[in-house]
């Protein structure tokens, strides 16, 4: 099939909705997308065909923009991305809500009206999102007349008028989890109602560590801004800075040295191994398998001893950067890496056994946390909680960015939807990533690995999508006329793992409420920006 074959149907539905697009539009590529500018009240028309033609909607943001604001959704289909546009007026910003036809764009719709102030007319749920009580009614911490560090110096009052949903009825009692959590994770508040221990409905409030992180991009030169992508969820740092650096390089069209694609490949593929052998250990952990998180944390942290004697990091942060990479691999040091994967294959293989062969590790895994096949294609969960979920999407697959698209990229896909499957994709997947790593480092072409940055020009833009571990990151880049950012808005898949836990964790009990957060692990930090 030729590429974007569904695209002329999509306007075609559109005219036949009365949506005014000229008869001889065709739409202009930016970055990984192609972008369709609409009126904006059209916005929600466009929302409705594109549901009705299965799309998937993938983000949503806005910024400042002469007399208003210019609003962007991101749609895909398969490895291919549509973008969305339009432009409201300051003294009127309202538009359409695309929430009606897509529960993904629910909680980024309300983000875009807590930090701009644009009204979504139809949206089910008016209330904040992202603002709590650190700003007024009126103040938007996006819009251009805000201060970066803010209007308020004394303490917040606390956020105890959220309206959460109240269960009513015979024996439904309360369990407020968080926002502070014992552990160490960042903070994010869980509300429960269940009858005994079955619980009936989880309601979620994050937004609690908001960084600024698009507000301090502003301003900031390209290696600045790629350095800010890799803090948007340290665990993530790689492809976050990955993508960012795609979309600059997009807007500069500055062509990166094949090697350098190699070694980014490289890291992220050690990034996916490091945090999947991590999150097969807690899952396990949080159902009193000790065994399998010690013999899982010790694989990972062997994994990461072996990344920072590489690359100078355990998490290989700021080894990415505009145009190329900062450290370069050596004969030897490309040997050690390729001599440690058949050991961690073979490890891999010996342990799976054990916890498929587990009794009590199957009675708590297997059938708990379901998410169906079609809740998670309308909350647009893709990654690992997709995969498990029927979802046959993986960006290096499907997109085919470099260097990916030469090789062959296997996707695992279930549709049992439990919280057993989803480890078993993660499983899967170290092995696959293996296999690449093996790949990438017996073919790692000789060459320079860095381009020169050259700064692009006013108003020039890319749209870049990654595969991250959890599933693709994507990041919007514009550049102002001084050739620093003017917006930089990084997307982590975790907007849309968190509203997936709501829905899985119905109809199971309190106890594995843990293992069933673990099994989906959304970032807070790739949330809060």
Request: glycine content about 10%; charged content about 25%.
């Amino acid at each position: 099939m030729s590429a974007y074959d569904w695209l002329p149907d999509f306007i075609t539905r559109l005219r036949g909705a009365f949506v005014a697009i000229a008869d001889d539009v065709e739409p202009v590529r930016i970055g990984d997308a192609r972008l369709l500018p609409l009126e904006p009240e059209d916005w929600g028309r466009a929302g409705q065909e594109a549901a009705a033609l299965g799309l998937r909607w993938a983000g949503g943001w806005g910024e400042p923009w002469g007399d208003g604001f210019r609003i962007n959704a991101c749609l895909m289909r398969g490895g291919e991305a549509l973008l969305l546009r339009t432009h409201v007026l300051q003294v009127t910003p309202a538009l359409p809500s695309h929430t009606p036809y897509f529960p993904a764009a629910d909680r980024m719709e309300r983000r875009t009206q807590d930090m701009l102030g644009i009204v979504f007319l139809d949206h089910p749920d008016s209330r904040r999102w992202a603002r709590h009580h650190a700003w007024g009614e009126n103040e938007y911490p996006l819009r251009k007349d805000f201060p970066v560090a803010g209007t308020r110096h004394e303490p917040l009052p606390t956020d105890h008028d959220y309206r959460f949903l109240q269960a009513q009825g015979a024996g439904v009692y309360e369990i407020p989890v968080g926002p502070i959590h014992a552990g160490i994770i960042e903070p994010g508040h869980f509300r429960f109602q269940a009858v005994g221990e079955h619980i009936l409905n989880l309601e979620q409030r994050l937004g609690y560590t908001h960084k600024g992180t698009e507000k301090i991009a502003e301003g900031r030169d390209a290696a600045g801004a790629a350095r800010l992508a890799g803090r948007v969820s340290g665990d993530s740092t790689v492809a976050h800075t990955w993508a960012a650096c795609r979309a600059m390089e997009q807007a500069a069209g500055i062509e990166v040295p094949e090697r350098a694609l190699y070694l980014r490949a490289i890291m992220a593929e050690r990034e996916r191994i490091a945090n999947h052998l991590g999150d097969i250990g807690a899952i396990c952990n949080d159902v009193a398998f000790a065994f399998a998180n010690y013999q899982f944390s010790r694989l990972r942290e062997h994994w990461q001893r072996a990344s920072a004697a590489a690359f100078g990091h355990r998490f290989m942060m700021d080894r990415i950067i505009p145009g190329g990479v900062t450290v370069d691999l050596d004969e030897a040091v490309a040997g050690g890496l390729t001599a440690d994967l058949p050991p961690l294959a073979r490890e891999m293989r010996e342990l799976i056994p054990i916890l498929d062969e587990n009794p009590s590790l199957e009675d708590r895994l297997v059938t708990t946390g379901f998410l169906s096949r079609d809740i998670a294609a309308r909350l647009g969960s893709t990654g690992y909680v997709g995969k498990a979920s029927g979802q046959d999407y993986d960006a290096r697959r499907d997109l085919g960015y470099a260097p990916y698209d030469r090789l062959e990229i296997t996707v695992p896909v279930y549709e049992d939807g439990d919280v057993a499957t989803r480890l078993r994709v993660r499983a899967e997947e170290i092995l696959i990533s293996l296999d690449l790593l093996d790949r990438l480092l017996r073919t790692l072409p000789p060459g320079p690995i860095t381009a020169d940055w050259v700064a692009p020009p006013a108003d020039a833009e890319g749209l870049a999508l990654v595969e991250g571990w959890r599933v693709e990151i994507l990041c919007h880049v514009r550049f102002g006329a001084d050739g620093r950012i003017a917006r930089l808005f990084p997307r982590d898949p975790s907007w849309f793992i968190w509203p997936a836990l709501e829905q899985l964790i119905h109809d199971n009990i309190v106890p594995d409420f843990p293992v069933c957060n673990k099994s989906v692990n959304g970032s807070y930090s790739g949330h809060d920006l």
